[in-house]
């Protein structure tokens, strides 16, 4: 018998469609008479939100932005403040997740989490926050959500780009919790379980959007990755994305995209039964390519070029990413990094430049 240790964090979760009408009921339940919601300047399902809280609205704040800028969690906080309220509910991407979990943390008050996205920041304890141009991240057990609604019904509309990148962001999740250190049984099912479930779905919703069993199963995925992200640590992926994003003001979700089959192709070597294991429930030979075939299958982006990152900060990116030691199967020295960067900036086959093989030099 395998040993093992293994942390579940207090989550309530509701998953389902339609469950948006429950949201009022939620909020009773955690004692909440006058809730702040949470919405970004773009979304578009804040209506049915609304109305199911009813009375219990007490103000709102549509001005979550991405990676969590301090300057906007202290706008939110004046209006927290002058409205009296006494519970949180966001609806949105990670984006607004991170903006609950930024006022939750200051204020101890209680927050329900309606994902519109396959972030997975909805279940963990973890919260990044940028100041003058810096990324720092948190652990706290008052940023942790304490009810997350699932309602399938919010995805069906998530465009076909933004469904694909996301998608992704959860598969890398699932991907490095399969190699952490301190992964167990049930955090290895729950990867194991996500990323047959997005391989399966994510050509379904690419074909037909708002085709509700795939959806259902991308969500479902979404919240068993997220899982996996809250009970272990992460690796390379995560840290170079954190980087990308915090430094260099790439987008979240498409940045994720474009790593992840690099960063797999880079670890393969020194993670080879983790590869075997992810190949076998995706249905394919080999683990990087059959993740890069799958993103450029569904469209998803291949290249930092195109996402807009300058070729010169490369090097820069790759220092910052390897500046302090963490675990990862393999060690990221700067050196292999930037060369990883660097076949993800001009969008080659991942782990061209380690093979020198045709198309590492262009
Ligand atoms: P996001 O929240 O920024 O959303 C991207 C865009 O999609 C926004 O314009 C949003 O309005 C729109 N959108 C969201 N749902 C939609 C829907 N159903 N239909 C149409 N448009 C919709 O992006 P994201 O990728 O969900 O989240 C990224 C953020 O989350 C980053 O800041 C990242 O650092 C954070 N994050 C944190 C954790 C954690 O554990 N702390 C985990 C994952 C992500």
Known sequence: ????????????????????????????????????LLSSPSARSVGPVRASLGPLLAAEFAGAAPHTPVEVTERALRVLRESDVDGLVAIGGGSTTGLSKALAVRTGLPQIIVPTTYAGSEVTSVLGETENGRKTTRSDP??????????????????????????VNALAHAVEALYAPEVDHVSEDRALEAIALIARALPQVAARPSDPDARTDLLHAAWLAGTCLAAVGMGLHHKLCHTLGGSFAMPHAATHTVVLPHVMAYNAPAAGEVMRRIARVMGVDDAPGGAHDLIARVGGPTSLRDLGMAETDLARAAELATAHPYPNPREPDRESVEALLVDAWYGREPGASSRGGPGAAD
């Open 1 to 36: 018998m395998r040993g093992f240790v293994h942390t579940t964090d207090p989550v309530r979760v509701v998953f389902g469609t339609g469950t948006v009408n429950r949201v009022r009921e939620e909020a009773e339940r955690l004692g909440a008479r006058r809730t702040l």
């Open 142 to 167: 008052k940023i942790l959500p304490d009810t997350v609604l699932y309602d399938v019904d919010f995805t069906l509309g998530l465009p076909v780009a933004m469904s694909v990148t996301s998608a």
